[in-house]
């Protein structure tokens, strides 16, 4: 890959609306300087996270990993990614969470393979790939130029943007891809299990790049004049900022409503120009 293609790919994902929280271990570092050193990176990356060391990776998954790099951890990465990008985004934007692990070329030889496994997680698809290095073949340095590449390639995929950029991978190094689509429904079953935080609906059409959030929670059983007023005049009080209904499908005090309620009870804010 040339240098001007990779920098034009990246200009691509950093016009695209997709925001973005990157967290990395064993690798892939240069895709990090390749995405912050073009312009229009704050469109883009929301956070960076290096877990270099096996505390640093045991503190953000919350566990011990059975194996820090494995497809299991990437994929895990990039769920915390997700949901970490749902909490930083701006009001609107479609959302990317990427997760990296590698075991490429180290000081002391390696028995086992040199590989990389990619996880990124988007509202509507989990998407993970794993590819074994030929041993040997490249030094440490250009192995992590090679995952960065392919790191790229897979944030601009789930970005939506277009593009013929091929990594530069042999013919035997042949990724092994895994992909798993949902639609809203599973999307909302994994919101009930806890697995995703919360689901964003922009009904809105005005995603303006104010950041800060006016959030007035609620039941909305039904949905009324008074809910929109109170939202309105909080929005004035706190110097403006983007009014959101939350919508409790988890309630403490009350049995979690089911997907049907939490259907009928979006279907109200189609009717006003606000974000749920």
């Keep these: 890959m040339t240098d001007s293609c990779r920098r034009a790919l990246v200009e691509a994902i950093h016009s695209s609306p997709t925001q973005a929280v990157i967290y990395l271990s064993g690798g892939a570092s240069q895709a990090l300087g390749w995405l912050m050193s073009v312009p229009g990176a704050s469109n883009t990356v929301l956070e960076s996270v290096v877990t270099y060391s096996r505390m640093s990776m045991i503190q953000l998954l919350g566990k011990v990993p059975a194996q820090a790099a494995s497809s299991q951890t990437a994929e895990e990465m990039a769920l915390l990614a997700y949901n970490r990008a749902l909490k930083l985004s701006k009001p609107g934007s479609p959302v990317l969470g990427v997760g990296f692990t590698g075991a490429l070329a180290s000081a002391q030889p390696k028995r086992g393979d040199h590989r990389f496994h990619v996880s990124t997680r988007t509202s509507d ?47 035997s190094e042949v990724p092994d891809e895994y992909e798993k689509k949902f639609d809203e429904e599973e999307e909302l079953k994994q919101l009930l299990s806890g697995i995703i935080c919360f689901k964003v609906y922009p009904f809105s059409s005005n995603t303006s790049n104010v950041e800060k959030k006016i959030i007035l929670s609620g039941s909305f059983n ?55």
């Design 125 to 171: 698809r989990f998407w993970t790939s794993t590819v074994t290095l030929t041993k040997g073949l490249r030094t440490r340095e250009q192995e992590d130029g090679v995952s960065s590449q392919y790191l790229i390639k897979a944030i601009a995929n789930a970005s939506k943007v277009p593009g013929t950029f091929v990594p530069d991978l042999t013919e």
């Design 222 to 276: 039904p949905l009324h004049d008074g809910h929109l007023k109170l939202l309105e005049i909080a929005t004035s009080i706190c110097g403006g900022g983007y009014p959101c209904f939350e919508l409790s499908a988890v309630n403490a005090d009350k049995p979690p409503l089911e997907i049907p309620q939490i259907n009928d009870r979006v279907k109200q804010f189609e009717k006003v120009e606000t974000n749920l």
